[in-house]
């Protein structure tokens, strides 16, 4: 399978705390993007870090790309209730369009 | 600018009966993606459109699923013979400019219950 995987698989914090989860994949990328679904919604898009970018950041947002490891992490600072929900990463190939997705974490923050 | 819209967002179905899942994208977006979720899981990729043409199926099970996006109205998903198995969220994505690694955009996705 190509399908990515993400770690921790579930992640339970309190408000104010740090929340880090982390992405591998398998195959070359152009782009790893990070997803927001909150339970039994829709994907929202957080953030795209291109394969030549190390670092990016989107407001409470931190997101680090390791080409080499094959490897990303998604850094939510001072989380808050309504940041709990499931974040995936997605990768996209050089020569593709199609998004290839981790398996998610499930991150509950406690108020 | 309303966002990609899917219907129905839920969907109940006994087995055997057919299924019909509709995306509209964004407008202006011609690229058309249908992604399946099984609960607990992420999104596998399933079929990629652009207006009247199959791009890529390669995630599409070859039995009883199709898709089409034709020159008017939205893209189709349809699930003949469901079965228990079917069960899942169906979400489509779009964009405007394929090759550009550009953001894709989700609807809500269609919840399919198959009895």
């Known amino acids: ?111 | 600018n309303a966002g990609v819209m899917q219907n129905p967002r839920h969907l109940v179905r006994r087995r055997g009966q057919e299924a019909r899942l509709r995306c509209s994208p964004m407008k202006g977006h011609n690229h058309v993606y249908w992604y399946r979720q099984l609960p607990e899981e992420g999104l596998k990729f399933m079929v990629y459109l652009q207006k009247e043409n199959i791009i890529d199926e390669s995630g599409m099970p070859k039995e009883r699923f199709s898709a089409e996006f034709p020159k008017e109205g939205p893209s189709i998903l349809r699930i003949q013979q469901v079965v228990r198995g079917d069960s899942a969220a169906y979400f489509c994505a779009s964009h405007g400019l394929a090759g550009k690694g550009e953001t894709q955009y989700f609807g809500p996705g269609t919840r399919l219950l198959v009895l």
Not at chain 1, 17 to 31: F, R
Not at chain 1, 65 to 73: E, G, P, R
């Open chain 1, 1 to 111: 399978s190509q399908q990515g995987e993400e770690d921790p698989q579930a992640l339970s914090i309190q408000e104010g705390e740090n929340a880090t989860m982390n992405c591998s994949y398998k195959t070359s990328i152009n782009n790893l993007q990070w997803y927001r679904q909150n339970s039994g919604r829709g994907l929202v898009h957080l953030i795209l870090i291109r394969s030549n970018e190390r670092e990016k950041h989107s407001g409470r947002l931190r997101v680090t790309l390791d080409t080499s490891k094959k490897s990303s992490s998604l850094l939510i600072t001072a989380s808050r209730a309504a940041d709990t929900a499931s974040y995936f990463c997605a990768t996209l190939g050089p020569n593709t369009d199609k998004l290839i997705f981790g398996t998610g974490t499930r991150l509950q923050v406690f108020p």
